[in-house]
Nanobody, 116 residues
Framework: VQLQASGGGLVQAGGYLRLSCAAS????????MGWFRQIPGKEREFLGR???????FYADFVKGRFTIFRDNAKNTVYLQMNSLEPEDTAVYFC???????????WGQGTLVTVSS
């Protein structure tokens, strides 16, 4: 299984980015997909997930700013991030799981830097 995250970069505060996570080596439509991030010096934190049936769930601190959606035809899950803040600077990871809230495959991460 390979998960390739992309779309990170440098953005000004208040801006937006869309991250992509392309999956291969698995039957994508059968997997729940999650997004996480890790701020330097801190533990990895959960951002949200989308189930195989398309139901989304978000951490409270991203509700209303971040949106997760998937395109099963492209084996890709997306993280749309709006109203970005410097505190959102982190490495963002996608993950795949066959059981809700348990993820067995992880991408390599993509760096998002939000300047003030």
């Amino acid at each position: 299984v390979q998960l390739q995250a992309s779309g990170g970069g440098l953005v000004q505060a208040g801006g937006y980015l869309r991250l992509s996570c392309a999956a291969s080596g698995l039957t994508f439509r059968n997997y729940n997909m999650g997004w996480f991030r890790q701020i330097p010096g801190k533990e990895r934190e959960f951002l949200g997930r989308i189930t195989r049936s398309g139901i989304t769930f978000y951490a409270d601190f991203v509700k209303g700013r971040f949106t997760i959606f998937r395109d099963n035809a492209k084996n890709t899950v997306y993280l749309q991030m709006n109203s970005l803040e410097p505190e959102d600077t982190a490495v963002y990871f996608c993950a795949a799981g066959s059981i809700l809230t348990a993820y067995e495959s992880w991408g390599q991460g993509t760096l998002v830097t939000v300047s003030s």
